[in-house]
């Protein structure tokens, strides 16, 4: 019975490292494309609605006091006036944590070499896929 059980769990490991790894690079993709690109590069509005869910804060931290941005701020903001928040922006993922319908990624931004953000980005798998739920960030000076 070990030996089966033993034998069985060398045979889904790897099937759950590539579910895994897969869920990874589809939560890099959805925030590659609806905040790196959504917001920075390119200000597209349909880009951030595609990523973001629509009851996702944005919890600032300043003072002392939270206060929270509603994702659909920066919806509205680009189809009144779409274009680039920051075209210079550059990134690197330092960390993506899944764990089942939930995961956690850690992405540093820059601006012409300059750290901007360290953002905590919190996800859900809803049936159409990875959306962003809540993003909280450190500002670099």
């Not at 030996?3 to 589809?26: G, N």
Request: hydrophobic fraction near 40%; charged fraction near 25%; include cysteine.
């Amino acid at each position: 019975m070990k030996t089966q059980i033993l034998i069985m769990s060398i045979l889904i490991t790897p099937l759950f490292s590539f579910s895994q790894q897969d869920d990874v690079e589809k939560i890099k993709d959805v925030i590659v494309q609806s905040y790196i690109e959504g917001i920075f590069l390119k200000g597209d509005a349909s880009l951030v609605s595609k990523g973001w869910h629509p009851e996702c804060d944005i919890v600032i931290f300043k003072n002392g006091t939270l206060t929270k941005l509603p994702a659909k701020y920066w919806v509205e903001k680009f189809e009144k006036k779409p274009g680039p928040l920051d075209p210079n922006v550059t990134f690197k993922f330092t960390e993506v944590k899944v764990t089942g319908y939930a995961a956690v990624a850690i992405i540093e931004v820059y601006t012409s070499g300059t750290h901007l953000y360290t953002d905590y980005i919190c996800m859900y798998k809803f049936e159409e896929g990875w959306r962003i739920a809540t993003k909280i960030f450190y500002k670099h000076s």
